[in-house]
């Protein structure tokens, strides 16, 4: 063997096993020995292309081709270094030259094919490719090659087989993967797209297109799934997509609404706070936080993160409405109008910002200006429930009953409210001569008691009324006359032919302040409970009065409602007065005498009423329970009272025994307390 013929033997295994430096020392070598060497030409040539050095490449190939004109293989590597410098009408040229000396030769074929695909002639280059796979189908590039001739010349069908055989052919080809990906993200096919970019990522890391691609596939199929209220499909779209894209703080806020919305408010909570960690500035994440805060009471945290999110985005009308909920809960009610006019000023039709509003100046007893708010919000959302509920109330309160029934109706259609369903038609008014109807309670305990005297009006049309009760007050209405039926709630009340919720009744019968039934019906109290309790009562000396400082801790409003033990333990100090508590399940405080216990029900709470003097109470059942047995009562009531005791009154026509005390300050409990006391004490030296 001659020294060139060794030489190549050992360039060609050199640069087979990718030691092209190696080779090309060996290429030159035989160069130096014999410059007119072709096949050292035309493989160091080669090997320039493949490392990027294109023109070099063309000039030895070019030059190989002088020396041996007829190798078919010299031309096809000519048009692949031409083809990488972008001269693909050379490169098509030169691919044609082979395919002249060869016919059917599939390598030339294929990169024929691949030049006239360069060169923008796609159905050329597809009908190349074909006749190439179909010589010599085992080759996984050709099938991909031919794969982009076909979608480029608009027949995308065939373009998926071209790639899926490619992909089969070499399960680890990524970019058969890719294309497959590319074509099938072109058709918003994201399921096929994901796995197909996805698989491409993990073949090939550094494919950064394919990353890309994965990362606006995931993200179209959240979005997409999200619009749709596909919350499960979504979520994992966007928990893929935050693996793909650790630092988009947008994937991590998307995956907290989905969370959000599928009730898992802890994982959305992290979520959202992975993205405000991610983009301090991100205003939407920092807003849906603060709103999971707000629900479970956080409201200092909540507020913190709206006013960053309200800095980083002052016309984002979404934190400032939840920034003036943040601030109305903790009693700054002036910076929560201010976040609510801001609202207005970005959205002026935001129903809910209206209807807020309203709520603020309700409880500044500003009740008129609340109406034109609420009838604002109506005017651009006419459905809201809640706008509608409460004009009813500011209604009531102003004392116009006939429109303020109407909008109280709009309790039933509230989010809050649970909705009850009946086999039975709700009674509108028709003939009940002959026929049943259940009467049904739906709201608390002094809520019953002051529309129970309604009841007996139905039972006077006719009708055999059932009244379902709540379960604690069924023993007292039973004890009711005039009322044929109770059933405490949960219990099966039976077939009727009508049902009606108690509080509809009002409306119902037209009820004005003017025209108003007594309390009632008279409750027919058992005597062993009557005589228990004045044995306990009835011996005291002086004024008998009974005590009531808190009503139900588990409702906000009986919250509100409630003064601390001690303000009202203060009237038990007046001279001539023996108070006693009527606080079920509370220890009295000092020089209050305790009665009931855990074990008392609404009947001994009545008959200990029935044996006091007077009864002082906060605004819970205790005072409507007195004034249905007509008992003396002063009831104590926070600035912003509730709205059956109207606005301004000191008295009601809801019960005429009934003197009502008001807060003149927010939250003022002593100096009303002092101005009942100089009243009690007055009534006790005058008898």
Same mark, same amino acid.
């Given at each position: 063997m001659d020294t060139c013929a060794k030489l190549l033997e050992q360039a060609v295994a050199a640069h087979r096993s990718g030691r092209r430096s190696e080779a090309a020392g060996y290429y030159r070598a035989i160069l130096d020995e014999a410059p007119m060497h072709a096949d050292a030409l035309h493989l160091l040539g080669l090997l320039s292309s493949d490392e990027g050095r294109h023109i070099e490449a063309v000039s030895l190939v070019r030059q190989a081709i002088r020396i041996a004109p007829t190798q078919p293989v010299y031309h096809i590597n000519l048009g692949l270094a031409l083809g990488r410098q972008g001269k693909f009408d050379e490169a098509v040229k030169s691919c044609q030259d082979a395919v002249r000396l060869a016919p059917g030769h599939a390598p030339a074929l294929?990169?024929?094919?691949?030049?006239?695909?360069? +060169?923008?002639?796609? $159905?050329?280059? *597809?009908?190349?490719?074909? %006749?190439?796979a179909a010589r010599e189908p085992g080759r996984a590039d050709w099938w991909n090659a031919l794969g982009r001739a076909e979608a480029e010349s608009g027949s995308p069908c065939a373009a998926r087989g071209c790639f899926e055989r490619a992909a089969a052919i070499d399960p680890g080809f990524s970019e058969a993967w890719h294309n497959l990906g590319q074509l099938a993200l072109q058709e918003r096919d994201w399921g096929a797209a994901i796995e197909a970019l996805e698989r491409a990522a993990r073949l090939e890391p550094g494919l950064e297109l394919a990353r890309r691609q994965l990362a606006e596939c995931l993200r179209n199929a959240g979005e997409e799934a999200a619009s749709d209220a596909r919350w499960e499909r979504a979520a994992a779209a966007f928990q893929q997509l935050a693996g793909v894209e650790p630092g988009d703080a947008e994937a991590r806020f998307n995956l907290g609404f989905a969370l959000s919305a599928l009730g898992r408010r802890e994982d959305a909570e992290t979520r959202y706070r992975e993205a405000v960690e991610i983009d301090a500035g991100h205003a939407k994440a920092r807003n849906n936080l603060a709103h999971l805060l707000l629900a479970r009471g956080e409201s200092a945290e909540a507020e913190r993160h709206l006013r960053l999110a309200v800095e980083a985005a002052p016309g984002y009308w979404e934190a400032h409405y939840n920034l003036g909920i943040a601030c109305q809960e903790a009693g700054r009610i002036h910076e *929560?109008?201010?976040? &609510?006019? =801001?609202?207005?000023?970005?959205?002026? $039709?935001?129903?809910?910002?209206?209807?807020?509003t309203g709520g603020i100046l309700l409880s500044l007893n500003r009740h008129t200006e609340a109406v034109s708010? &609420?009838?604002?919000?109506?005017?651009?959302?006419?459905?809201?429930?809640?706008? =509608?509920?409460? =004009?009813?109330?500011?209604? @009531?309160? @102003?004392?116009? !009953? /006939?429109?303020?029934? /109407?909008?109280?109706?709009?309790?039933?259609?509230?989010?809050?409210?649970?909705?009850? %369903?009946?086999?039975?038609?709700?009674?509108?008014?028709?003939?009940?001569?002959?026929?049943?109807? @259940?009467?049904?309670?739906?709201?608390?305990?002094?809520?019953?008691?002051? !529309?129970?005297?309604?009841?007996?009006?139905?039972?006077?049309?006719?009708?055999?009324?059932?009244?379902?009760?709540?379960?604690r007050l069924?023993?007292?209405?039973?004890?009711? %006359?005039?009322?044929?039926?109770?059933?405490?709630?949960?219990?099966?009340?039976?077939?009727?032919?009508?049902?009606?919720?108690?509080?509809?009744?009002?409306?119902?019968?037209?009820a004005t302040p003017g025209n108003l039934p007594p309390p009632g019906p008279p409750i027919r109290l058992p005597e062993a409970r009557v005589e228990r309790w004045a044995a306990a009562v009835s011996a005291a000396p002086g004024l008998r009065a009974g005590l009531c400082w808190e009503g139900n801790p588990a409702n906000r409003g009986g919250r509100a409602r409630s003064m601390p033990a001690a303000a009202m333990a203060g009237l038990a100090?007046?001279? +001539?007065?023996?108070? !006693?508590?009527?606080?079920?399940?509370?220890?009295?405080?000092?020089?209050?005498?305790?009665?009931?216990?855990e074990n008392s029900d609404p009947l001994d709470l009545a008959a200990i009423v029935s044996? @006091?003097?007077?009864?002082l109470t906060v605004d819970t059942m205790t005072a409507h329970l007195a004034g249905l047995l007509g008992k003396p009562v002063w009831t104590l009531l926070p600035f912003a009272a509730d709205w059956r005791w109207?606005?301004?009154?000191?008295?009601?026509?809801? &019960? +005429?025994?009934?003197?009502?005390?008001?807060?003149?300050?927010?939250?003022?409990?002593?100096?009303?307390?002092?101005?009942?006391?100089?009243?009690?004490?007055?009534?006790?030296?005058? +008898?």
């Open positions: 294929a990169q024929l094919g691949r030049a006239l695909l360069g +060169g923008g002639r796609p $159905g050329e280059a *597809a009908a190349a490719l074909r %006749e190439a *929560a109008l201010s976040n &609510y006019d =801001r609202v207005l000023d970005l959205v002026p $039709g935001h129903a809910d910002a209206h209807n807020n708010c &609420y009838q604002r919000a109506l005017r651009t959302d006419p459905q809201h429930a809640d706008a =509608r509920w409460n =004009r009813g109330l500011a209604l @009531l309160a @102003l004392g116009d !009953f /006939e429109a303020g029934w /109407e909008d109280y109706e709009a309790r039933l259609e509230r989010k809050d409210v649970p909705h009850r %369903e009946f086999p039975m038609p709700r009674w509108k008014g028709e003939d009940l001569q002959g026929r049943s109807i @259940l009467v049904w309670a739906e709201q608390g305990l002094g809520d019953t008691l002051q !529309f129970l005297r309604f009841v007996p009006m139905v039972a006077a049309l006719g009708a055999r009324v059932t009244f379902e009760s709540q379960t069924a023993p007292l209405i039973a004890a009711a %006359e005039g009322i044929e039926r109770v059933v405490p709630r949960g219990c099966d009340a039976g077939p009727h032919d009508f049902h009606i919720p108690l509080m509809s009744l009002p409306r119902a019968f037209r100090r007046i001279a +001539g007065v023996t108070a !006693f508590s009527l606080q079920r399940g509370v220890a009295p405080p000092a020089g209050v005498a305790g009665l009931e216990d044996q @006091l003097d007077l009864v109207m606005a301004g009154r000191a008295d009601t026509p809801w &019960y +005429g025994s009934m003197w009502l005390w008001r807060q003149t300050r927010p939250g003022d409990w002593e100096e009303l307390t002092s101005r009942v006391a100089a009243q009690l004490a007055a009534l006790c030296r005058h +008898g």
